[in-house]
T-cell receptor, first 119, second 110 residues
Framework: DAGVIQSPRHEVTEMGQEVTLRCKPISGHDYLFWYRQTMMRGLELLIY????????DSGMPEDRFSAKMPNASFSTLKIQPSEPRDSAVYFC?????????????????FGPGTRLTVL | DAKTTQPPSMDCAEGRAANLPCNHS???????VYWYRQIHSQGPQYIIHGLKNNETNEMASLIITEDRKSSTLILPHATLRDTAVYYCIVRAQGAQKLVFGQGTRLTINP
């Protein structure tokens, strides 16, 4: 498998523009996560899905952010309108609920990230 | 999730064992200790996890104290490619969220 795929890898936009980040999880994985990483706040979870359904969006900073997962192989994170403080690296990760020898193993596999710069 | 405490930075010589400590004194009985690392400009990568027994895989060993209030990640023969930020995370079984702290920036020196 190619791993988690994110696009674009880099995005530079101007304040007020709409930004859409894309993610393709690993085939067969039933959980998908969106994280944001900044120097000030570190790595923080924004939202996660299970079987395409949003489960916890408490980390989404405000209404300008929205995430969707229309099917098991695709998710988007949209920012509208974008602001300079949204500049960060956005990571998508996926995992598979599985049990090995009676113990859950929910290892998350991360994509390479999208570096967003809002001018 | 229980809070973890890690030293902000560590150095280790190439070829030596790197021992990364983590304190999690408020860990609950059903919480696991997970370790991830993040190499520069890449996404985090899972290393290992454990509940109370010591664990070993192809990447590292995890030593958890008997009272489970602290643990140590051991990279037995560190290489330059092990230079990264290492995150110790406590997570309840069945919980999906990973709460990342500041981690330990490990530098392997030639």
């Amino acid at each position: 498998d190619a791993g988690v795929i994110q696009s674009p890898r880099h995005e530079v936009t101007e304040m007020g523009q709409e930004v859409t980040l894309r993610c393709k999880p690993i085939s067969g994985h039933d959980y998908l996560f969106w994280y944001r990483q900044t120097m000030m706040r570190g790595l923080e979870l924004l939202i996660y899905f299970n079987n395409n359904v949003p489960i916890d969006d408490s980390g989404m900073p405000e209404d300008r952010f929205s995430a969707k997962m229309p099917n098991a192989s695709f998710s988007t994170l949209k920012i509208q309108p974008s602001e300079p403080r949204d500049s960060a690296v956005y990571f998508c990760a996926s995992s598979q609920h599985r049990t090995i020898a009676g113990e859950r193993n929910d290892e998350q596999f991360f994509g390479p990230g999208t570096r967003l710069t809002v001018l | 999730d229980a809070k973890t405490t890690q030293p902000p930075s560590m150095d280790c010589a190439e070829g030596r064992a790197a021992n990364l400590p983590c304190n999690h004194s408020t860990i609950s009985g059903n919480e696991y200790v997970y370790w991830y690392r993040q190499i520069h400009s890449q996404g985090p990568q899972y290393i290992i996890h454990g509940l109370k027994n010591n664990e070993t895989n192809e990447m590292a060993s995890l030593i958890i104290t008997e009272d489970r209030k602290s643990s140590t990640l051991i990279l037995p023969h560190a290489t330059l490619r092990d230079t990264a930020v290492y995150y110790c995370i406590v997570r309840a079984q069945g919980a999906q969220k990973l709460v990342f702290g500041q981690g330990t920036r490990l530098t392997i020196n030639p």
